[in-house]
């Protein structure tokens, strides 16, 4: 998080606005759709109903980054479809989740007469974390935007040999797919596109040189290893005499 020569500097303080387009749904996401009627309001008032998770499926979602939502959410299709009891499909994607809850309510008015309260979220943020993570795999964290740092924090963080200014972003857009790199030691990021993840978001981390010559990840381990080294070549000297 430095000042690199050459960039315009941010200082401590300053205040950085954001202007975040709103994410459009793609294959293979998923969403949790809640709809209620005027009597579902009156009997449960206001709150919406929680998705019922077990705690087994909780601790396998934390465990391997699975989708909390996959047994009760619904996914979007090769076709960008979703499959919704009684209506059926609807197309979503390329739509924000706002576009997508308009066509909900509208498909679903021709079957309900009464007001209806029609509710979209998207299932989690779901992102890979590759290369050098001290805990890499796939993770999916169940809130609405995530920060780059939070993703390596949730990811156990970067390991001491990790390169943090060759960062790899892989990225899917709905035209395809892009690759990005990103420097974190560069206070810049904190007002690029890149700051905030995206789902589907593949985060990769390359060594530096030390892990490629066999080093120790830090001086202790370095050193471990020269002087075992130094060690078995003079076993092995004393042999040969």
């Excluded at 998923?30 to 929680?50: W, Y």
């Excluded at 030390?210 to 990840?217: A, D, I, L, N, S």
Aim: charged letters at 25%.
């Amino acid at each position: 998080m430095q000042n690199l020569e050459g960039n315009s500097p941010i200082e401590d303080g300053a205040l950085i606005t954001y202007e975040i387009p709103e994410y459009k749904l793609q294959y293979n996401d998923i969403i949790d759709v809640n709809v209620q009627t005027i009597d579902d309001l009156i009997a449960s008032g206001f709150n919406s109903k929680p998705t019922q998770t077990n705690s087994s499926m909780g601790n396998v979602s934390a465990q391997s980054g699975g989708d909390i939502y996959y047994m009760t959410g619904f996914s979007v299709d090769q076709h960008g479809n979703i499959r919704l009891p009684v209506v059926g499909d609807v197309y979503v994607k390329d739509k924000t989740l706002e576009e997508v809850r308009i066509s909900v309510e509208e498909s679903m008015r021709k079957f309900v007469k009464s007001e209806l309260y029609v509710k979209v979220k998207l299932g989690g943020v779901r992102y890979s974390a590759l290369g050098e993570f001290r805990r890499p795999g796939k993770f999916t964290v169940l809130q609405d935007r995530m920060t780059i740092f939070e993703a390596i924090a949730n990811a156990g963080d970067l390991t001491t040999v990790a390169k943090r200014d060759e960062v790899l972003l892989i990225r899917q857009y709905p035209e395809g797919t892009r690759l990005h790199r990103i420097n974190l030691l560069d206070r810049q990021i904190v007002a690029s596109p890149f700051y905030f993840i995206q789902p589907n978001d593949q985060l990769y981390i390359e060594p530096m040189k030390v892990r490629e010559t066999g080093t120790g990840e830090n001086t202790a381990q370095t050193l471990a290893l020269v002087f075992s080294g130094i060690t078995a070549l003079a076993l092995i000297l004393n042999l040969l005499k």
